[in-house]
């Protein structure tokens, strides 16, 4: 015989005992499962640890993926002194060195770049051909409709517009051409406005499209972000333009424009800005205003000069060169994007980081072509490397261009309304700008 209920009969004891307590009703209480106090560290400790992981792989990693994308977000937070902490407090002092060597070497790659190009002469020569030629060869010209000539020239001046596009578009809205082709004026470029079913040739959705003052207005846009290149037909109508309170204070684009019967506008000179804090009144460099000299130096080694001369063409130089014999109009900054229609910036330089931007150029017909990409907006446009903005303007003909001074300081102003977004939506009109490149109306 076994003790403690071992035995068959204790067995039996046992079970009748829980089935007199489930006919009782009585519950057999559990005994309390003991909770392990260290499990909330263990999952906290594996967290951190997995933080540091990812930390160093994406600081030491020579995986040319991650290396890649490090370099941007270093070089994005770098170019800007408001974002640099951005950068310098997770970042060790050697790796942001590293980047900003890089740096260093792309400016070297920029000096002694500069524009060697000249217009085209007209190929027709009049020399050679006789009084009795000319009399001979004069053909009756029957008589042509003025608005199928207006038509005509339209197109041509505007070869970029697709034509299929814009005759469906004026289909849908006969009022556009009330006043003819010569004086047709279509403005969706507003910020309520959702742009018009007109395209490019390379597919890119127009916003405006003005006659009268030859410009064409469109949306430029890839991964990540949007903008809007301006296409101003007649380059004699640029300069750049102070503010009125140069050496004191800045103003605002539209400001600059408004003064100086502007009807098209973009950001031009850089400016010193302590702290985040300037208020565009001082001048970065030299600039040329019309013909009027501003700025105490030139700025330095491995920046670059857009010169406007009295051909009507722009010229890429070194910022340190002496200023072009003709020069009327003048800004200076980093880095040259085209010279002589050849690209000279590419992804094995420093130029990544993914800012909004601002660029100046002009195409092999003699256009003036203004680009502001958006950023640091990450629902609408984050914004975009120097490289993209050259290619951007590469498919529009460009033959020189070069990068401003981006931030904050990129906007666009047109007919009275900016027409881009400042990446400081607290100052929907942009920052005050020492100079601002200036596309007057026509008079």
């Not at 499962?33 to 909330?40: D, G, L, Q």
Request: glycine share 10%; hydrophobic share 35%; aromatic share 8%.
């Amino acid at each position: 015989m076994k003790l403690f209920g071992t035995t068959r009969g204790g067995s039996r004891l046992a079970k009748n005992r829980a089935a007199y307590l489930a006919q009782s009703g009585e519950a057999a209480v559990a005994a309390p499962r003991r909770k392990n106090p260290f499990k909330p560290l263990a999952i906290v400790l594996s967290c951190m640890l997995l933080v540091e992981i990812l930390y160093f792989v994406a600081i030491y990693s020579d995986n040319a993926f991650i290396a890649k994308w490090r370099n941007i977000y270093i070089q994005t937070a770098m170019e800007t002194l408001s974002h640099k902490w951005l950068a310098t407090a997770i970042i060790p002092p050697d790796i942001i060195n590293e980047v900003m060597e890089q740096r260093r070497e792309a400016l070297a790659q920029q000096v002694g770049l500069s524009s060697n190009w000249t217009k085209e002469e007209d190929e027709t020569d009049d020399e050679d051909t006789t009084p009795e030629e000319i009399i001979t060869d004069v053909e009756v010209i029957p008589d042509v409709d003025p608005e199928e000539v207006a038509k005509e020239n339209f197109y041509t001046l505007f070869y970029e517009v697709d034509q299929t596009s814009m005759e469906t578009y004026l289909r849908d809205h006969p009022e556009a051409l009330a006043n003819g082709w010569d004086n047709l004026v279509i403005n969706e470029a507003g910020m309520d406005d959702s742009g018009t079913s007109i395209q490019t040739i390379h597919g890119e959705q127009i916003l405006a499209i003005d006659v009268p003052n030859q410009i064409l207005l469109v949306r430029v846009s890839g991964s990540g972000y949007q903008g809007v290149l301006a296409v101003a037909k007649d380059p004699s109508r640029l300069s750049v333009y102070p503010s009125s309170q140069l050496g004191i204070a800045g103003e605002t684009v539209g400001t600059i424009a408004q003064n100086n019967n502007g009807i098209l506008s973009i950001n031009g000179s850089g400016f010193i800005d302590p702290n985040g804090s300037g208020n565009g009144g001082t001048l970065a460099g030299y600039a040329m205003c019309d013909g009027t000299e501003y700025g105490y130096a030139h700025m330095g080694w491995g920046n670059k000069r857009i010169e406007l001369h009295e051909d009507d063409l722009f010229y890429i130089k070194d910022a340190g060169d002496p200023v072009g014999e003709g020069t009327t109009d003048a800004v200076e900054f980093q880095p040259a994007l085209i010279i002589d229609g050849e690209i000279v910036v590419d992804y094995t330089s420093i130029y990544t980081g993914l800012q909004p931007r601002a660029c100046i150029g002009q195409s092999d017909k003699y256009e003036i072509l203004m680009l502001i990409i958006e950023g640091r907006m990450p629902l609408r446009s984050v914004g975009t490397d120097v490289i993209e903005c050259a290619e951007i303007l590469k498919r529009h003909g460009c033959m020189q261009a070069m990068n401003l001074d981006g931030g904050t300081s990129a906007i666009m102003w047109y007919d009275g309304e900016y027409i881009t977004k400042c990446s400081n939506q607290t100052t929907p009109q942009g920052r005050p700008v020492p100079t601002a490149f200036v596309y007057k109306t026509v008079s």
